[in-house]
């Protein structure tokens, strides 16, 4: 008896369509497709419409497996014809390791070139306690928000809070040098916290630090950005004076409290970027007023006036006053900040808004060294 094969009404899955599908989608920390990366491996469809996708990670535990796993699934099955998607993943051998880092050094561009689209703030206070990584931080993930391609570099090497107001702690993926930022709430991070301990010291100096910070911005691949944000540390040492060499055309955004004593400290921050020919974005007071959880009444806690006075002395803007409440506070203890936590807060309204006010200051030429050689 001669049995025929039974049909089915399913149509045959275009394999190169497949491939093209899932291809398409971005590895979650390089943002640039999988085909293009070199890490798609094979891909076929069986008559029954069952789909088999093969990737290969940058690492063994990936930590944004799933996510990649989401994302590939959701591609084939926009297939006409996939009934069911299987993917596994490999890893990337030392070779295709390699390539992979060369090909994206090539890729890379030194966020301190002159004339690069990405918009740089250097997030300053002129003392510590003012919550100026704080204030960093929820303007990075606003922006993010927003729909820009946001980076932050957490350049307070000795009181890193990075880490801890984003929840993270796992080191970067490294690619033969070559490093990629930890993402979190849409936002590319680097910080020293993620290659130490919790609660170890970094005891380093002033050599050191610039070596740092130098691979921080050259050795990351940080891809293409539209804003980066750099988290100094309090006053006008080291780093703030080494950044200023590094990334000549990041504008200044100064942090303040109300207090006539943080606004005292905090001119001197603008006088120094003043005397380097460093542009001035602004000035954020932060904790401008202490809201009541249960009434709502604002009380000046700190005094006022200090974010005023600061911008008239550095004839800039005072593009936010941020009110300090339990929102706020609890959104940095449980590693979420809170323009993504609670939105709706005072203090998220405000920060918010001022991410959006963010001016697009650029450096003049006078004074830059330019990368010019000879041909």
């Given amino acids: 008896m001669n049995v025929r094969p039974r049909k089915t009404n399913a149509p045959r899955v275009d394999e190169q369509a497949l491939r093209d599908a899932v291809g398409s989608v971005e590895d979650p920390e390089i943002h640039r497709s999988l085909a293009e990366l070199g890490m798609l491996g094979e891909v076929t469809a069986d008559t029954r419409g069952r789909a088999r996708v093969r990737v290969a990670l940058t690492t063994a535990d990936c930590p944004l497996r799933d996510q990649l796993h989401a ?25 295709e390791r390699m390539a992979l880092a060369q090909q994206l050094r090539a890729q890379t561009n030194s966020v301190g070139s002159p004339g690069e689209r990405t918009h740089v703030y250097a997030v300053a206070s002129g003392k510590g306690g003012v919550g100026k990584s704080t204030v960093a931080s929820n303007l990075a993930v606003a922006l993010a928000r927003s729909g820009k391609r946001v980076g932050l570099l957490d350049a307070d090497v000795w009181g890193h809070s990075v880490p801890q107001l984003f929840g993270i702690r796992r080191s970067p993926v490294a690619l033969k040098g070559l490093m990629l930022p930890v993402e979190a709430y849409g936002v590319r991070l680097m910080s020293v916290g993620f290659f ?71 001119s001197r921050v603008g006088r120094m970027a003043r005397e380097q020919r460093m542009p001035l974005a602004g000035v954020v007071e932060n904790m401008s007023a202490l809201v009541c959880s249960c009434c709502g009444t604002q009380t000046a806690l700190f005094g006022s006036g200090g974010g005023r ?63 010019l050689s000879v041909v």
């Fill in 71 to 95: 994302e590939l699934v959701a591609a084939a099955h926009a297939i006409p014809g996939v009934t069911d998607v299987e993917v596994s993943f490999t890893t990337l051998s030392e070779r």
């Fill in 196 to 266: 130490v301990d919790e609660g170890q010291p970094v005891v380093w100096r002033g050599p050191m630090l610039h070596k740092a910070l130098e691979q921080f911005l050259t050795d990351v691949y940080w891809g293409e950005l539209d804003v980066l944000l750099l988290d100094l540390p309090p006053g006008t040492g080291d780093i703030t004076l080494s950044l200023l060499e590094l990334v000549p055309q990041a504008a200044l955004l100064a942090v303040t409290t109300p207090q006539p004593a943080a606004q005292t400290v905090a």
């Fill in 309 to 371: 006075q600061l911008a008239g002395e550095l004839d800039v803007d005072l593009l936010g006053q941020v009110p300090l409440d339990v929102q706020l506070r609890e959104a940095g203890d449980t590693g979420r900040p809170v323009v993504a936590a609670e939105p709706t807060a005072p203090s998220a309204t405000v920060l918010t808004a001022t991410a959006d006010r963010l001016p697009h200051v650029r450096r003049g030429l006078e004074h830059v060294q330019l990368p």
